[in-house]
């Protein structure tokens, strides 16, 4: 794959494909001795003598040893340009027809036997060049000695800068005419696509006969000393990669009895309340009886997902052992990494530049890591602050690998408040360092000076340094671009070294159809990187969460290369970590209760859910398959005796032919895959791309060595067109699903239906770090765009409440916590009730219970010590301090009573009327100085109904005083019960208080606007309460004599 090919821009629907050059300045590239084979565009290649291969002695037709044993094996076994039949050549296997030869003595390949390898690469290579969409016709056979992937239509005159599929003599042209379906696929006896594309030879049956004599005691072996490490190493590199670590009994334990001990005293309150009614305030009391059951159901479903928490330990130096032996290839899995990115104005070119930055020099094998960027915006800033960013890496890489910094990314090293000198010895380390910040800092010039740049459009639009239009200058009307920034061809460092590939991707726009937003992007990259590099794993992080843990993405393949238990491992999810949040974390930004409690809790059951970064997928998983299915236990029968409850069954009649053939054969690993295989249309579910289809059915990955890197990119174009997905199973079964604007959570749980498991990570020094908004309104409404998805998932097809238990899959404590996840923002109706109604009780005199007894006291007592003890509790296995598992109970209340009650009336809106509303946010203020963005105030709709609840409760307890002190003494003893109900919601809503009154209370001008109007509303109906004059009931009958 060139890194300077150029922009490859087009669109597959309107036969258009142009390659843009010019557009950066050129990089040295990695000369390419000998010739160049004319069907795949590799090198030609030595024999065993160590001469230049010849295929053809007729003609000298350049071409490749795989290309010219392919066509011996599958095609015409002619030459291309002659068409004279290929003779065999020393070193390759006799194929029909050469029996005729007698001038080629070859004993030792001629009865050459294939393995097992190799018998998948050549079915899967006659499935990638077989027809999928029309199978193949008579004309086709003249045609079939090409290998060329199918790309529907022609074109009567070829585009400028158009990628030629093969070069000089033998140029062929597909036809796209219809012919009778025929299935050109192979049929084998083994698992479809199980191998990997690789080069590696046959044999070794001599290595295996001398390790066997060895053992005989007929070979000198090695030392003693010497075998008994490599013995010892061995042992090691078998041993699990990873462990699970259950929390101590002594933590967990008394957990869970007190878990049961609070459902029995909740049981005991629920039913004291709704048999013990409030005649005098019937309305009071049913309201807020309906919010307690309420909240006691939304309790269960948060609390017993947690019933099973567990830590996990990896272990990197056995990943080592067992993967990257000295002396051998690294076996390692490729890692295709995609970070997306949409507006550049919203999501600044710097901190995408230092996500990017931070990918490239992280701790993995350089070819074996591909980082896709999407921009969904097609944006000429992102484009070229990536060609900035693919510059600057080839200094900053070996810069970080040389002295082993962390983390990788330059901003946040640069700006960490630490001895940078700690552990470090060699002598060049602060020189280098001073001329790598400097390099830095003029690489940060440079992208400001773009920023500044794109703030201003011309009116023609922009146009590249060639002097092209930019493609992607209507948003919304644009061909897909492809860019390879950085790749085996000029990907280099300063230092010779390889660099990881860098791909730039902008899937094709246009109006009329439905993109999907970021879960679209995803998908369009998930069949992009399945063209170019097809990595069996993928790592999908935001533009703004970089690489923090140079080894994170060993740490992940510590679970999901494990023997034992990879294979049924969906995804490996990580905590997401953030940067620039205030000391106190005002407004539970680090989320830590969810991250530390929750999802713990969640991986002791069938994993956690998927988050929407910071995850590592498994390929085959987002394609829809079933995880591989384990050995069957023998079902019980019931006998024909009377103690055996439920239905008798018969046994099934099985033959001896039965149980040893097909009855055994049913029993494999992946029936499914080959079901579908045998089956299913796959242009249906996957799309009408061959070579996309093929890659489906490589489960460790890898791209046919004799691809060309032009059909390759022009495949690549299709894929991405916006036309793709039409009529296909993308956004339905297949990888990011569509249907909720919070994808994640759907993508997870169709994952978990379907029977796998995933993988919660934690490792001690974080491996991805974000940003996340400490401004009040702008965490609103990040809550608000989550409780939004929540709600659209709840109404959905997929809803957890219904969807997936005819497969019976999913566990019922993981299907608790998906329908927590769904149902949690209705919370906020009861929440809105349960904080109206203490004002509304010290504003009429009246209460939601009745007079309490001694016993009865001890349901309320139970309650709150039970409620409290939980909470320490938990604390205690987790890990969580009690600050900040406080500051996620008061924004539980501040964002239930705002961003989620708006949530469901958008929600509702939207589901039942058709109506898409949007609640926006003006930024009115702002501050340069640290932690400016908190004392930022942002007017939104969102802060109207938190406002106006803590205004109602502050009046309440002002009436209620001044009520109680008119009345006298007798009154106090009632008021203490509203008076804590009304300063538990006060409490709550105290930061929600202190994002209003910003830096050393200055108060915004629309806060006062809004207090008196709510003040003027108050003083009215305190003058129609009017507490401190005396009630009088009338005049006395019995002295006036008056009747009246």
Not at 893 to 914: C, E, M, N, R, T
Request: glycine share 8%; aromatic share 10%.
């Amino acid at each position: 794959m060139e890194a300077s090919a150029g922009l490859v821009a087009g669109s597959h629907n309107r036969n258009e494909l142009v390659v843009i050059h010019g557009h950066e300045e050129p990089k040295t590239l990695r000369n390419l001795d000998g010739q160049v084979c004319e069907i795949c565009g590799d090198e030609v290649g030595l024999t065993v003598d160590g001469d230049l291969f010849v295929a053809c002695n007729e003609c000298g037709f350049p071409v490749c040893r795989p290309c010219y044993e392919y066509e011996r094996r599958e095609g015409s076994q002619n030459c291309p340009q002659c068409k004279t039949r290929y003779r065999r050549l020393k070193g390759s296997p006799r194929v029909e027809g050469d029996e005729d030869e007698e001038d080629v003595d070859d004993i030792e390949q001629e009865f050459k036997i294939e393995d097992e390898k190799k018998k998948n690469e050549y079915i899967v290579d006659a499935m990638l060049h077989g027809k999928m969409s029309y199978g193949r016709g008579p004309e086709d056979d003249e045609n079939a000695q090409f290998p060329v992937p199918v790309i529907t239509g022609g074109r009567s005159r070829p585009v400028s800068g158009e990628l030629p599929l093969s070069h000089g003599h033998g140029e062929q042209v597909l036809s796209s005419s219809l012919h009778k379906r025929v299935h050109p696929y192979p049929v084998a006896d083994h698992e479809l696509g199980s191998g990997r594309w690789d080069d590696k030879k046959e044999g070794g049956w001599k290595d295996r006969m001398e390790d066997w004599k060895m053992q005989q005691g007929n070979l000198q072996g090695p030392d003693a000393e010497e075998l008994n490490d490599e013995m010892a190493l061995m042992d090691e590199a078998r041993q699990p990669l990873s462990r699970k670590v259950p929390i101590a009994s002594s933590k967990i334990n008394p957990y869970r009895m007190l878990i049961v001990a609070r459902l029995i005293v909740l049981s005991l309150f629920l039913r004291y309340r709704i048999l013990n009614p409030v005649n005098d305030a019937f309305g009071l009391w049913l309201t807020s009886v309906i919010c307690e059951i309420w909240f006691a159901i939304s309790w269960i479903l948060d609390q017993f997902p947690k019933w099973l928490p567990i830590d996990r330990e990896t272990y990197l130096d056995r990943l080592s052992f067992r993967y990257e032996r000295e002396g051998e290839p690294n076996m390692l899995s490729p890692v295709d990494v995609f970070v997306s990115t949409v507006d550049p104005m919203k999501e600044p070119p710097l901190v995408t530049a230092n996500t990017i930055l931070s990918i490239l020099a992280m701790d993995y094998p350089v070819d074996k890591v591909s980082c896709y960027i999407s921009d969904d915006g097609a944006s000429m800033l992102t484009f070229e602050a990536l060609s900035e960013t693919a510059e600057f890496a080839r200094k900053w890489v070996p810069f970080c690998k040389k002295f082993s910094i962390e983390p990788r990314a330059p901003e946040m090293y640069f700006c960490e408040k630490i001895d940078y000198l700690k552990d470090k010895v060699q002598p060049t380390f602060v020189k280098e360092r001073r001329a790598m910040k400097r390099e830095y800092e003029e690489f940060k010039v440079r992208i400001n000076a773009l920023v500044a740049k794109a703030t201003k459009v011309p009116p023609e639009g922009w146009i590249m340094q060639d002097g092209t239009p930019w493609p992607g200058n209507n948003t919304r009307d644009h061909p897909g671009m492809i860019q390879v920034f950085l790749g085996h061809s000029g990907g280099l460092d300063t230092e010779g070294n390889e660099l990881p590939r860098l791909v730039y991707v902008s899937r094709e726009k246009r109006p009329g159809f439905s993109h999907h937003k970021k879960a679209g992007a995803m998908n369009a990259l998930v069949r992009v990187s399945a063209v170019l590099t097809n990595a069996p794993f993928m790592l999908n992080l935001d533009c703004d969460h970089y690489i923090n843990n140079s080894k994170a993405v060993r740490e992940a393949m510590c679970f999901l290369m494990d023997p034992q238990v990879g294979k049924r491992v969906c995804y490996v999810q990580f905590p997401q970590r953030f940067d620039g949040i205030d000391r106190n974390d005002r407004y539970a930004n680090r989320n830590t209760v969810f991250f530390d409690i929750n999802m713990k809790g969640l991986d002791g059951i069938q994993g956690p859910v998927y988050v929407g970064t910071g995850c590592v997928f498994r390929r085959q998983a987002l394609y829809g398959y079933n995880p591989p299915k384990g050995p069957k236990r023998p079902k019980m029968i019931s006998c024909d005796c009377c103690p055996c409850f439920g239905r008798r069954k018969k046994l099934p009649k099985y033959s001896k032919n039965d149980a040893n053939g097909e009855g055994a054969s049913l029993q494999g690993v992946d029936d499914d895959k080959e079901v579908l295989m045998s089956q299913m249309n796959f242009e249906k579910r996957f799309g009408q791309s061959a070579i996309f289809v093929t890659s489906t059915l490589m489960e460790e990955g890898g791209v046919p060595p004799s691809s060309s890197p032009a059909a390759l990119l022009k495949e690549a174009i299709h894929v991405i067109s916006c036309g793709y997905e039409d009529k296909t199973e993308w956004g339905l079964e297949l990888g990011w699903i569509y249907g909720s604007i919070t994808e994640d959570i759907l993508t997870g749980f169709k994952m978990h239906c379907r029977g796998w498991r995933s993988i919660y990570c934690m490792p001690t020094l974080p491996a991805f770090k974000g940003t996340a908004p400490i401004n009040l309104s702008d965490r609103l409404n990040q809550v608000l765009r989550w409780a939004l998805g929540s709600i659209e998932i709840f109404f959905s097809h997929h809803s957890p409440l219904w969807y997936g238990y005819k497969e019976g899959k999913l566990k019922w404590l993981e299907r608790f916590a998906y329908v927590n996840t769904t149902v949690y923002p209705f919370t906020s109706l009861a929440l809105l009730a349960y904080t109206v109604l203490p004002a509304i009780c010290l504003l009429t005199d009246k209460f939601i219970m009745p007079p309490i007894s001694t016993f009865a006291s001890l349901y309320f007592i139970g309650l709150f010590i039970s409620i409290f003890a939980t909470g320490i509790l938990e604390l205690r296995w987790s890990g969580v301090s009690i600050e900040e598992w406080w500051r996620n109970e008061q924004f539980w209340v501040i964002g239930g009573v705002s961003a989620h009650l708006f949530a469901v009336i958008q929600g509702l809106l939207k589901v039942l009327a058709g109506i898409d509303t949007n609640f926006t946010v003006t930024s009115k203020a702002t501050d340069d100085e640290e932690f400016g963005e908190l004392y930022t105030f942002k007017w939104t709709t969102l802060l109207i109904p938190p406002t106006t609840i803590l205004v109602i409760n502050l009046v309440g307890v002002v009436a209620g005083i001044s009520d109680a002190i008119n009345n006298g003494y007798q009154s106090w003893g009632p008021l203490f019960g509203k008076l804590f109900f009304s300063f538990w919601v006060i409490v709550h809503l105290y930061p929600f208080l202190k994002g209003l009154m910003g830096r050393q209370n200055r108060t915004p001008t629309i806060v006062v606007i809004w207090s008196i109007l709510l003040a003027s509303i108050f003083s009215l109906l305190w003058v129609r309460i009017d507490p401190f004059v005396l009630k009088s009931k009338g005049p006395d009958v019995k002295q006036c004599g008056i009747n009246c």
